[in-house]
């Protein structure tokens, strides 16, 4: 099934009761919000007390039974696909071809990647998701076709490798030249789209939380992706995530790897630094 602009919108039931509720002027302001800091008269001779993260995974927001089907490899349907990137990992395609094997050993030799991608590539002088910096190796180092962005075979190595950083925070790549870009993609969550008109931040930091139709508003944040979506039936990136969230708002989606789509990554990620990478996780 390919990410078209037709599927998986909760909306439009939804919606209109979101817009309901924001038409009768209620405030939502229990989220994202930092706790109040304590005011006791001896503060300054103490330390201050840690704030506790206000930032939560959407695992926590899905339902038991799917949190447990997360948690356990053996239930959980996106390490079939991480099998098949361990085959992929290995496979020679063409005389004299190396595999991701040949050059890269084990799999585990990618600790720590997934968890600072997007990154900034000097041929490409632009931020990579780990999707393209994989397809990069295939047609730089491979000579090889690139894989479309939603291709199973890109979607399967692109959770293996994620998987090796499981359990690490994430931590974004630091390179100045992903300022820009990044602060580009800050800018298009704040900003109102689509015939609903929402920006991202009007669910994900005002509403999170909040039921939307059977689904309860998430935090948006990246940890477990490419994740296996039970609705889907299938693996999926978080790009087409994104598009489903922009579909759901009646806007036109960014193409599968655009730089608008490159840039929201970048700036989610920055928003979920120090979090636990999660991947694969399930979604309903
Ligand atoms: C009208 C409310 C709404 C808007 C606007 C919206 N989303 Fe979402 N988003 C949702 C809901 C609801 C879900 C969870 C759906 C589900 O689980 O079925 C979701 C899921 C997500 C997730 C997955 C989180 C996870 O835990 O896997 C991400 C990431 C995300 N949205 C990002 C965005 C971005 C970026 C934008 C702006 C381009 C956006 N969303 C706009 C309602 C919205
Ligand atoms: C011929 C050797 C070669 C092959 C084959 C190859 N790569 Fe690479 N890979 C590299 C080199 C060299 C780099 C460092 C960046 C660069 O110079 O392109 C790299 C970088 C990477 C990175 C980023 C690592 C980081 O620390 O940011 C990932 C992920 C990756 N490769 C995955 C793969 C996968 C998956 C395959 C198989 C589809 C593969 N590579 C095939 C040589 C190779």
Redesign the pocket.
Known sequence: MRGTGREAVRCPRGAVLLLAVLAMGCSFGDTPRRAAAPDAPSAQARPPAPVPDPRRSGTLDMSPATQAMQRDDSANPAMLAVLGGRQ??RAVQGAGA???A???GEPES?RG?AARYP?WDEPARGPFT?AQ??N???S???GLPAWRPDEEALLS?SAL?GLQSRGLPIRPDTDPRLAAPRERGRERYERRIGQLNFACADCHDRLAGRRLGAATIPQAHPTGYPIYRLEWQSIGSLQRRLRNCMTGVRAEPFALDSPELVELELYLMQRAAGMAVETPAVRP
């Open positions: 992929r990992w190396r595999s991701c040949d050059c890269h990618m990647v990154a780990l910096r994989i990069a190796c295939r730089r180092h491979q190595l490798v």
